[in-house]
C-alpha cells in the first residue's frame, strides 16, 4: 500500500440528535426538522470548534437519497447556509448508499492530499422520517442492484438481505449460539445509547434487553431469522467534521492534542450486480479495512477501539470475524463474553452504534469518524473508554458489502 504523501487529521467533530421512534421527542404527526435544519447545525457546531469559518477551504456533503425521501438534489449548493464565508468555495456531494459518510470522509482526505485545500467541511446528513416504513424500504433498496433484484426481493428489501447472511450464518455456526450473540450485540448497543444523550435509543428503559434481543424472528410479519431489535432505526440526523493538513489545523487554532492523524485508508468497491461471495463473511469490508491497516503499519492489536457498520446485529458478528478479533463462526461467542464492551478487550461502536444511535444513513460514517476521535481526543463523556486510547479504527460500509472505506486514526 502507498502511505499518505503528506500527514492529514482530522478535527472538530460534532453530529446531532438521531431523530426517529425511541426519542421522547418524536411525533410522527408534528412538524420535524428537515434537511436545512440538519445541515447547518451540524455543520456549525464543527465551526464553532474553530478560530474563524473563513479558513474552510472546500466542503463535502455526504447523502444517499435526499431526492426521494426529500425530493431534493444538488445538495452540494446546501453548504453555504452553514456559514456566509462557504458562499462561492469549492463544494462537492458525494453517495454510496450507506457507506455515504465513509465516502464523504474519504473525499476531504483526498482533497488535502492533493493540496487544494487545507481544511475541508465534511457533512453527513440522512432526513428519512418523511414516508412510511414500508415505502423507505423500497427507497432504500436501491442501495442494491434495483434492476435485478427489486421485483423479486422481500418487501423489506434489506432487512432480508441480512436476514439471509443471518440464516445461513445459523445453519453454518449453530443458531442458538448465534442468536445469543446478536441479542448480546443489541444490549450493548442500547447499554452504550443510554450513556450517549444524542443517540436514538437514549431513552430505552427496558429493564430486559437480552430478552428482546432473543424474540423469535417471525417471518410472516418481517424476515425469517431477524427481528426487529436486530435492525438499525429509520433515523433523521447530521454529523460534520473537518479535514485538514498540520498547516490547516493550526491556522484554525488548534493543537496536537485537538486533532487525530489518519495514519491509514482503505477503500474498495464491490460488483453491485452479484450476490456476495460467501453469505457468512464481509468481504469488501475486509479488504478494506486490511489496506488501512497495512497502511498504517499496525496490527490488530494496536487497535483501541472500533466503530463498525452494525447495520443489523448479524453485522456486528461479521465484522468482528471480518476484523479478525474472532475466527469465523466465533464472533457470537467473543461478542457473547463482553469483549466488545466499553470495558472489554475490542470496545465497539462505544456511542451506540448504528443500533443504537440510529442511522441517518448519508451520516453514519462521518458520526462513526467522530465517536473515534472523540475516543481518542477524550471527549466522548460519559461513554468514554477507560483504557488509554492510541490507536481507533472506523469501518463505513454501504449496501450489502458493496461500498466500503475504512480508516485507522492515530491519537
Known sequence: MKKLRRDVFIAAGAYTVSLGTGRREFNPRKPRPGLEEYIIEAGQASL??????????????????????????????????????????????????????????ATGIKSVLA???????????????????????????????????????????????????????????????????MATWYKNAVDNARLNPLAQEHHNQAADLMALGMTPPDGRFFTDHLNLFDCSKVSDGAASLIVCSEEGYKKLGLTRADVVQV??????????????????????????????????????????????????????????????????????????????????????????????????????GVRMAVDVWKQLTGKAGAFQVPKPVQHGLFLSMGGDDKTVVSAVLKK
Do not use: W
Request: net charge negative.
Open 115 to 181: 493540496e487544494t485545500a487545507d481544511a475541508v467541511l465534511v457533512v453527513g446528513v440522512e432526513v428519512q422520517n418523511t414516508v412510511k416504513a414500508v415505502y423507505g424500504a423500497d427507497i432504500l433498496a436501491t442501495a442494491g442492484y434495483h434492476a435485478g433484484e427489486r421485483k423479486e426481493g422481500h418487501t423489506y428489501f434489506f432487512p432480508n438481505k441480512f436476514s439471509m447472511r443471518a440464516g445461513a450464518y445459523y445453519e453454518k455456526y449453530g443458531k442458538e449460539k448465534a442468536r445469543k450473540g
Open 48 to 105: 464553532a470548534q474553530i478560530s474563524n469559518p473563513e479558513l474552510i477551504d472546500e466542503g463535502v456533503i455526504a447523502n444517499f437519497m435526499a431526492a426521494r425521501f426529500n425530493r431534493q438534489g444538488n445538495l452540494a449548493g446546501f453548504m453555504p447556509i452553514i456559514h456566509p464565508s462557504l458562499e462561492f468555495k469549492p463544494m462537492v456531494r458525494v453517495e454510496g448508499a450507506c457507506g455515504s459518510g465513509g465516502l464523504g470522509v
Open 263 to 364: 495514519v491509514g485508508l482503505g477503500q474498495a468497491e464491490a460488483n453491485l450486480t452479484t450476490p456476495p461471495p460467501v453469505l457468512t463473511e464481509l468481504t469488501t469490508s475486509r479488504v478494506a479495512s486490511q489496506n488501512a491497516m497495512k497502511m498504517a503499519g499496525l496490527a490488530l492489536s494496536d487497535i483501541d477501539v472500533f466503530e463498525v457498520h452494525d447495520c443489523f446485529t448479524i453485522t456486528g458478528l461479521l465484522a468482528v470475524e471480518m476484523l479478525g478479533i474472532a475466527q469465523p463462526g466465533e464472533g457470537a461467542d467473543v461478542v457473547a463474553s463482553g469483549a466488545t464492551t466499553l470495558t472489554g478487550a475490542y470496545p465497539m461502536n462505544t456511542g451506540g452504534g448504528l443500533v443504537g444511535y440510529g442511522h441517518p444513513v448519508g451520516a453514519s
